[in-house]
C-alpha cells in the first residue's frame, strides 16, 4: 500500500522531489513531468509529517515542509511525552498561529486520553 510504502521511506513523492531538486542543481532544464499540470496540483502538499520512532533521535527532530505553502512536522511520541518541531518556508503569516493551535490539538489530545472533556475548558 502507499502508506507502508511511504512509512519505509519508498513513498513515489519523495523520489520524485529529489529527483527534480538533483535536477535544478545540476543546472538542467526542467522536465516534462514538473511542467504538466497534474504535477501543480498533487505537489501542493499542505501538511508533510514523519514520525521520529527514535528517542535518540530527539535532538534532531525535524521534518522540512514540502511546498511553499505548507508545513513540515516531525514528532516523536511515547507514553511519557509528545514532541514536535514544525518548519515552514518563509515568509508565512500564519505560522505562529499553526504552531499554537497545534499546541492546543495536542492538549485537547491529551485530555481525550486522561478521560476528560476537553470542550469545556477552553474555546475556539
Not at 507502508?4 to 529527483?19: P, V, W
Amino acid at each position: 500500500s502507499l502508506c507502508k510504502e511511504a512509512a519505509q521511506g519508498e513513498g513515489f513523492d519523495r523520489h520524485l522531489f529529489a529527483m527534480r531538486t538533483m535536477n535544478r542543481h545540476q543546472g538542467e532544464k526542467e522536465l516534462k513531468l514538473f511542467t504538466d499540470p497534474s504535477w501543480g496540483k498533487m505537489a501542493n502538499i499542505g501538511l508533510s509529517t514523519s514520525t521520529v520512532g527514535s528517542p535518540a533521535l530527539q535532538l534532531y527532530l525535524a521534518f522540512g515542509a514540502v511546498s511553499s505553502q505548507g508545513y513540515g512536522i516531525g514528532y516523536l511520541m511515547s507514553k511519557e511525552s509528545f514532541g514536535a518541531a514544525v518548519s515552514c518556508y518563509l515568509p508565512n503569516d500564519h505560522f505562529s498561529d499553526f504552531v499554537d493551535n497545534l499546541g492546543k490539538s495536542a492538549e485537547d489530545l491529551l485530555a481525550v486520553f486522561q478521560g476528560k472533556n476537553f470542550k469545556l475548558s477552553r474555546t475556539v
